[in-house]
């Protein structure tokens, strides 16, 4: 089987295999596959850049420290594309593509002037020309006297953004920074990658600050990177840690190492197939499976204790006895774990169907090596020693239990309170954003850069249909004239809405009437250019140039292709029924009064962390009856094998172990989420596991005939196990709580709570007075 | 809007100070006061129209607070600017990082401030002098080709020359140093930075 195994992995394991993306753990979105879409499309631009922001004292010296990033970053290697000066020539280029439709192409403040007082428009035009500015108005006077298409043009980009040097300048009260944007390569980028954008940074940054300037710099791949490495380092730390915690242990307690190694070897095999079959399955797996697949040792290692911890259970004892004895334990403490996990697996969320095979796989391969190999491997293994644990371990389960029973009636009560307070003050939490943890100096850096640079899109937006092409453009129209109060409100700063930039042609029309009616048939427009001093030559020329362009229309095809890239995104096209684009959103202060636009015809509010959080609270009202449903399945299947009072008993240790583990969550405000209740399908799995080898321990007692000095040695035994195998698995998901993700914090608060109070339960479990 | 280039395009760089020969013996004669207030003529020829664009108005500097540009005829119009805002009729417009600067360099007497930016070549006589400044930057050289000022104890005249052969021409006049700013003046100020 391993050679099976082996096999695979060479052709698996050779591929690029691990996933670090944070969306990638979240499920597809359960909306309409054309919600789907449009969020791709608003997310794909920002999931691949990165913007940096170099400061010092002038803006000579900030641009020249841009200028030396743009070189770093160039040699780096990571970058699609570096943007610091301007395109100039893509402006311009820009420019002459869209000026013959000028007169059809009205930005919507000159529509209404128009529309209102036209006369309005070449007055604004005279204060410009007589202001000590506008210079580079002047000379466009020449081509555009009226400055309409100079209006159209420049609304195009309403955050006004200082330029030097075709270089963006933002400033603040003690410092100039320059502007550089650079798109990654891929938006999934590979871990190693990952951690030279991060050395990237870092290295960046250290070299500005020693010749006196400073970087800022922000964007979702270093949010990604960021957890990455966080990942990695606490994959490491509870790897190492528990490990440890095991390898001291063991050697304690069996005083030799063929233990250490057997159970070495039944983890690493567990381990090694459960990353292969995983792999196999999804392609990819994500970093976090790691994080959780790490504390699968602790568990794989239960097994493994069992057996061996069986051994000193009997004189002369024998590998294949002790099997026949331990297997029926074996086998339900497997099978209730796998029916645990396998609750993961009807979770949506690819993460933990991940973590779910990752586990089940592991554990079914542990389990298989203890039960085929370990009869071979412990041949001749027959501690003499008395281990210090198995005297302390044999004590406490004989003196517990006694003094529980005899307060039993103050600690039931007492317990009862506990529980029910603590549940009480338990309030669940479903933010997606929990999901995610950065470092305050990268939040930071990125409100700095929001504050100063106000242009990233944010999370929420409308997506924009109609029946037709018309139908669509007169319902974004709708939708931007609603958002306008709101921006008045400084509820949202601005947004981006193609009907905006792109009258449809049917509008086109109706500007070049406009512009007819109000200017050029009331020969205001000749007055207007002859009061200037245009010649007659040039005032004959524009009319003309009017009079021949009057058919003109532009279509949105051929205006996208003009446009940048940032513009572009927000098509999302036209099908056989419906067209559809993306209206962006900036600076949301008040997302309540946007999502209520809604409610206008062909539009949709589309707001992923609400989405993702509301799903999680959904899905966390699903699961608890999931994991309800497991705890009562366990129940049955144990009724049918031990009979239902017995049942009842085993049941109830994983019970109150996981309402003593909700109860704390309240007492310690730990986030309570979906993943929590993941974690109590693991207290139930290792609760099971321990009450039912005590329970074992104590039916081997009543099936032999002549009470001799082993049967007190069975509990001693099983006891010595359990404890060990709390102790290891506390080491591993002790270990996770110490995790900066709140989530994998809170998994491992969970699970460490539960199983302490199942180790100091389970005694009670066939326990009789001698 | 990109309306400010070219005057803005000064901007580039005014932080050291080479003092040049001829700044160093103008830079003494012009006062430099806290406030300064006049009247200005400007006019502005453009290649394609037949006459000059002539308009004339009042000005004001306060070192510490900005310029009030007060268009009076033929359309009145006001352009308020800082070192951190720039306000016209239009509303909030972009500020070009140095543009504060060039006017505090010009308004305020101090001259030598220009030198980071241009070349400067200049005539002094007994009471007057005369300065041509030539950008240094390749990318204004394509729309500036050349400042001249010239003054006594104040600027009196700046005349911009630029590559397409437009011209702007300002004369300061009835220049004066109050001790302290109108209650109009306070209040124009104040809708800068409230």
Same mark, same amino acid.
């Given at each position: ?8 992995? !060479?052709?698996?394991?050779?591929? =690029? ?24 499309? +608003? ?110 043009? +420049? ?22 920074? #320059? ?53 990695? +380092? ?67 290692? =239960? ?6 911890? @069986? ?35 009807? !979770? ?36 003499? +020693? ?173 205006? %996208? ?15 056989? !029924? ?11 202060? @008040? ?82 989420? %979906?993943?929590? %209740? ?29 009470? =001799? ?11 010595? #196990? ?23 914090? #809170? ?24 | ?194």
């Amino acid at each position: 089987m391993m050679l099976v195994i082996g096999t695979l992995s !060479s052709q698996t394991l050779t591929k =690029d295999w691990l996933e670090t993306g944070f969306l990638a753990l979240l499920p597809a979105t359960e909306q309409q596959p054309e919600i789907a879409k449009a969020i791709q499309k +608003h997310n794909e631009q920002r999931d691949r850049k990165v913007i940096w922001l170099s400061g010092a004292a002038t803006s000579e010296a900030a641009i020249s420290h841009a200028q030396k990033l743009k070189q770093q970053l160039q040699q780096s290697r990571l970058f699609k594309t570096i943007l610091l000066e301007l395109p100039q020539q893509q402006v311009l280029q820009r420019y002459q593509q869209l000026f013959p439709y000028r007169y059809q192409l009205l930005d919507a403040q000159t529509q209404a002037t128009l529309q209102n007082n036209p006369k309005d428009l070449l007055s604004r035009n005279l204060e410009t020309l007589y202001s000590p500015m506008g210079q580079m108005t002047a000379a466009d006077l020449e081509h555009d006297p009226l400055l309409i298409f100079s209006r159209y043009f +420049h609304a195009q980009n309403p955050i006004k953004l200082a330029v030097e040097d075709g270089i963006v300048i933002l400033k603040d009260t003690n410092r100039v920074w #320059a502007l550089l944007m650079a798109d990654l390569e891929d938006s999934n980028l590979q871990l190693d990658k990952l951690e030279s954008l991060l050395a990237l940074v870092n290295n960046a940054k250290a070299i500005m600050q020693e010749t006196g300037g400073d970087l800022i710099a922000t964007g979702m791949p270093l949010f990604t990177a960021y957890g990455s490495e966080s990942a990695k +380092h606490e994959i490491s730390t509870v790897g190492v840690g528990s490990s440890v915690g095991i390898v001291i242990l063991m050697l304690l307690t069996f005083r030799t190492l063929r233990p250490l190694l057997l159970s070495f070897l039944a983890i690493s095999c567990g381990l090694f197939a459960a990353l292969v079959v995983s792999v196999m399955v999804f392609g990819k797996i994500h970093i976090i499976t790691l994080v959780f697949g790490a504390s699968l040792i602790g568990v794989a290692d =239960d097994y493994a204790l069992h057996f061996m911890c @069986d051994s000193f259970g009997a004189k002369n004892w024998q590998p294949r006895l002790g099997l026949r004895y331990i297997f029926p334990g074996l086998l339900i403490g497997l099978l209730t774990n796998l029916l645990s996990y396998s609750g993961l697996v009807l !979770s949506p969320f690819p993460g933990l169907q991940q973590v779910a095979l990752f586990s089940a796989v592991g554990l079914l391969v542990a389990w298989l090596t203890v039960v085929l190999l370990f009869p071979l491997l412990l041949t001749r293994f027959t501690p003499e +020693h008395q281990p210090v644990i198995l005297k302390l371990a044999n004590n406490w389960q004989q003196h517990w239990p006694v003094w529980l029973l005899k307060n039993r009636r103050w600690l039931v009560i007492l317990l009862a309170i506990f529980i029910a307070g603590g549940l009480w003050h338990l309030t669940p939490r479903d933010d997606v954003r929990l999901l995610q943890s950065a470092p305050a100096e990268l939040i930071k850096m990125a409100d700095k850069i929001k504050q100063l640079l106000p242009v990233s899109p944010e999370n929420q937006f409308f997506m924009v249909s109609g029946n037709n092409l018309d139908d669509w453009h007169r319902n974004e129209q709708q939708l931007l004239k609603a958002l306008n109060p709101l921006t008045a409100q400084n509820k949202l700063s601005s947004y981006q809405g193609l009907s905006d930039y792109w009258p449809d042609e049917n509008t086109q029309k109706l500007n070049y009437h406009l512009l007819d009616g109000s200017l050029y048939q009331s020969g205001l427009i000749k007055h207007y250019m002859s009061d200037l001093g245009f010649s007659d030559k040039a005032i004959k020329n524009e009319l003309n140039q009017f009079t021949t362009a009057k058919n003109r229309t532009i279509s949105l095809p051929d205006w %996208l292709s003009t446009a940048d890239e940032n513009k572009q995104n927000l098509w999302l096209g036209c099908d056989s !029924s419906q067209c559809r684009s993306i209206v962006s959103l900036i600076g949301i202060t @008040d997302l309540s009064a946007l999502s209520l636009l809604q409610n206008l015809p062909g539009v949709a509010w589309v707001d992923q962390v609400e989405q993702l959080s509301s799903m999680f609270a959904r899905y966390r009202v699903r699961v608890s009856l999931l994991l309800t449903a497991a705890y009562f399945l366990v129940f049955i299947g144990l009724g049918f094998k031990f009979g239902w009072k017995n049942a009842l008993k085993i049941t109830s240790i994983p019970v109150v172990s996981a309402l003593v583990s909700l109860a704390m969550m309240g007492w310690f405000n730990q986030l309570f989420s %979906l993943f929590n %209740l993941f974690a109590l399908l693991l207290v139930l799995g290792i609760g099971v596991d321990d009450a039912i080898f005590f329970f074992m321990a104590d039916a081997s007692r009543e099936k032999q005939t002549s009470p =001799d000095s082993d049967n007190e040695d069975k509990r001693a035994s099983t006891s010595l #196990a359990v404890t060990l195998s709390a102790l290891t698995t506390l080491l591993a998901f002790g270990l996770l709580a110490i995790s900066s993700t709140e989530i994998v914090h #809170a998994f491992g608060f969970t699970v460490a709570t539960g199983i302490f109070t199942a180790l100091l339960l389970s005694p009670l479990v066939g326990f009789r007075k001698v | 809007m990109i309306i400010l280039r070219v005057l803005l395009l000064i901007l580039l760089s005014l932080n050291n100070c080479i003092a040049d020969d001829v700044l160093a013996r103008i830079t003494p004669q012009l006062s430099q006061k806290t406030i300064t207030q006049g009247l200005f003529q400007q006019e502005k020829r453009l290649k394609f129209l037949n006459k000059p664009l002539l308009s004339a108005g009042s000005f004001s500097y306060d070192q510490s607070k900005g310029v009030i540009w007060k268009t009076i005829t033929p359309i009145p119009s006001l352009l308020l600017v800082n070192d951190e805002h720039l306000l016209t009729a239009q509303g909030e417009q972009a500020l070009p990082p140095a543009f504060a600067r060039v006017f505090k360099a010009l308004l305020g007497g101090e001259l030598n401030r220009l030198s980071e930016g241009f070349e400067i070549t200049g005539k002094e006589q007994k009471t007057s002098w005369q300065l041509q400044l030539t950008p240094k930057d390749e990318l204004l050289k394509k729309v500036i080709k050349t400042i001249l000022l010239s003054g006594d104890s104040e600027l009196r005249l700046l005349e911009l020359q630029e590559a397409n052969s437009n011209l702007t021409r300002i004369k300061f006049s009835e220049i004066s140093h109050p001790d302290r700013l109108s209650n109009e003046q306070q209040a124009e100020f104040e809708r800068l930075s409230p």
